[in-house]
């Protein structure tokens, strides 16, 4: 059975940083590139980046320069630094994995990020 | 990036009654090589992370009633779900795979009449 299990979530001032993580099981996480989705309160889902199985990046360009997604396949997790944080990434943050082409039929439970003074 | 647009933003359907939701992107989802539609859709509920029900445009993903169909090709989509049931009541997005960035629609909230 294939589980995502996030962390890391919090509130954190304009300017700060935080760091998400994904834990995965059930599949061949080695082998899989990772995604992180979010969602504002009351908003739609909002693709942030993902990370190919080769470590390759690509970003939104909201977040493009301020966020960096990392994985350890040692660990089966992927990461999601966020930094330089604006009250706008309030958001609940979920990572997902896209077992076929492009479409999400996994995700975490997400994990809410704070961002206010 | 393209842009998804669904419509209505809501609607009240009555239990056993069909809702239909409309998706339209702002340049084709379709790609020739495969032919196929680069096209999702998803349920969400409150506090629930969102759930696929259709890839490829109208193939239903593992576990989903049969009473969810999609249907479309490049650029304009439509999820249907016949026989409305108290638990279909949620959130729905439409999702384009096509092109980096992933886009999704803003949303259809689908409620009992």
């Known amino acids: 059975e294939v589980q995502l299990v996030e962390s890391g979530g919090g509130l954190v001032q304009p300017g700060g940083s935080l760091k998400l993580s994904c834990a995965a099981s059930?599949?061949?996480?080695?082998?899989?590139?990772m995604h992180w989705v979010r969602q504002a309160s009351g908003r739609g889902l909002e693709w942030v980046g993902r990370?190919?199985?080769?470590?390759?990046?690509t970003y939104d360009v909201s977040v493009e320069g301020r966020f960096t997604i990392s994985r350890d396949d040692s660990k089966n997790t992927a990461y999601l630094q966020m930094s330089s944080l604006k009250t706008e990434d309030t958001a609940v943050y979920y990572c997902?994995?896209?077992?076929?082409?492009?479409?999400?039929?996994?995700w975490g439970q997400g994990s809410l990020v704070t961002v206010s003074s | 990036d393209i842009v998804m647009t669904q419509s209505p933003d809501s609607l009240a359907v009555s239990l056993g009654e069909r809702a239909t939701i409309h998706c339209k992107s702002s340049?084709?989802?379709?790609?020739?090589?495969?032919?196929?539609?680069?096209l999702a859709w998803y349920q969400q509920k409150p506090g629930q992370p969102p759930r696929l029900l259709i890839y490829?445009?109208?193939t239903r993903a593992s576990g989903v009633p049969d009473r969810f169909s999609g249907s479309g090709s490049g650029t304009d989509f439509t999820l249907t779900i016949t026989s409305l049931q108290a638990d279909d009541v949620a959130l729905y997005y439409c999702?384009?795979?096509?092109?980096?960035?992933?886009?999704f629609g803003q949303g259809t909230k689908v409620e009992i009449k």
């Open positions: 059930g599949f061949n996480f080695s082998a899989s590139p």
């Open positions: 990370i190919r199985s080769d470590y390759a990046t």
């Open positions: 340049q084709s989802v379709f790609w020739n090589s495969n032919s196929q539609n680069y």
């Open positions: 999702q384009q795979y096509h092109t980096t960035p992933p886009t």
């Open positions: 490829w445009a109208s």
């Open positions: 997902a994995y896209p077992s076929g082409t492009g479409w999400y039929d996994y």
